[in-house]
């Protein structure tokens, strides 16, 4: 299995970025996206099914959206309303049917304030 992020980068308070995470070499069943800001452990921060069910941290509830496209098995954050608390090092994790989970490399996401 092989993840591949991108996404990230530096936005101002109040701006957008939207990840990417490409999955390939099994089927996926629910694709999520965690972070991890300095000092704090790695958090959930969206999650949905190959069924398209979604869940949301209560944090980002209403600014975030994931969703995904099955034919090319990858998984999307769309962020707006960025807030400067939502700086964190950003990671998709996938389950893959026979043969569990997996992290992909984290990309950083940077709000000014």
């Known amino acids: 299995v092989q993840l591949q992020a991108s996404g990230g980068g530096l936005v101002q308070a109040g701006g957008s970025l939207r990840l990417s995470c490409a999955a390939s070499?099994?089927?996926?069943?629910?694709m999520s996206w965690y972070r991890q800001a300095p000092g704090n452990q790695r958090e959930l921060v969206a999650r949905?099914?190959?069924?398209?069910?979604?869940n949301y941290a209560d944090s980002v509830k209403g600014r975030f959206t994931i969703s995904r496209d099955n034919a090319k098995n990858t998984v999307y954050l769309q962020m707006t309303r960025l807030r400067s608390e939502d700086t964190a090092v950003y990671y998709c994790?996938?389950?893959?049917?026979?043969?569990?989970?997996?992290w992909g490399q984290g990309t950083q996401v940077t709000v000014s304030s």
């Open positions: 994790y996938v389950l893959a049917v026979r043969s569990g989970g997996y």
């Open positions: 070499g099994s089927i996926f069943s629910t």
């Open positions: 949905i099914t190959s069924g398209g069910i979604t």
